[in-house]
């Protein structure tokens, strides 16, 4: 390699290109925009999502500690404003029984998701795709973004139907994740999606359980009933 006549800095041999490393923080995208982009062009925004340098933590940090939260807070106020309306009765629940049940199922929902990637990243090789534990997290965190926004609704106990309709767009998400991302081969992707969504039917039936046991045990006290005859 030869050097700068000035002597300060080597000069690259004819041909030869350099690249400048990007600044920290360069190219990443805001909480707000990956949220916009994968709800209203996700066929365009999957791909960016693949290249992305990420972790574990980072998914976590950056997104899904943080969307995670919306329907478990929703919910929440929802039961503390409206109780829990069962048809002639209304029971409202103490707040502790409100806080312990929203505890217990935040951090289920945090390992709920891990529990969906790891299935996505078992089952990659049989449908064509690549075993990759981020890019299986990747997949199940933004794929969750529908329902996770749409869980604000919830807030208001009769619109949590809106969330089931935001859950089934989230299918779809996942559909043209799948072949992007994990690189399985897309006319296996319905198949594939179908083998997640019975795996998650299972795992979610076993968190529901969990997290009523558990705040049951947090908070035993029966909620106190009102009755809705008018």
Do not use: C
Not at 151 to 159: E, K, S
Not at 183 to 211: C, E, N, Q, R
């Amino acid at each position: 390699m030869a050097t700068d006549p000035t002597g300060s800095a080597p000069t690259p041999p004819p041909g030869s290109t350099t690249t400048t490393p990007p600044p920290p923080g360069a190219g990443s995208v805001s909480l707000v925009d990956r949220v916009r982009n994968i709800l209203t062009r996700p066929k365009t925004e999957w791909p960016v999502i693949a290249a992305e340098p990420a972790s574990v933590g980072s998914l976590y940090r950056n997104y899904i500690v943080i969307l995670a939260a919306i329907p478990v807070v929703a919910t929440a106020l929802g039961m503390l404003l409206f109780g829990i309306n069962l048809i002639i009765v209304t029971v409202r629940p103490s707040i502790s029984y409100v806080l312990s049940q929203a505890i217990v199922s935040y951090v289920m929902t945090l390992i709920g998701v891990f529990v969906i990637a790891l299935i996505i990243e078992a089952l990659a090789p049989t449908f064509g795709g690549q075993k990759d534990r981020v890019q299986a997290l990747k997949v199940a965190a933004y794929s969750y973004t529908a329902a996770w926004v749409a869980g604000i609704v919830t807030i208001v106990p009769m619109l949590g139907l809106l969330v089931l309709l935001a859950m089934i767009y989230g299918f779809y998400l996942m559909y043209l994740g799948l072949p992007v991302v994990m690189k399985s081969d897309p006319d296996k992707t319905a198949v594939y999606l179908v083998a997640i969504i019975v795996a998650a039917i299972i795992v979610y039936f076993v968190i529901g359980a969990v997290t009523a046991a558990v705040s049951h045990s947090f908070a035993p006290v029966a909620p106190t009933p009102s009755f809705n005859f008018r």
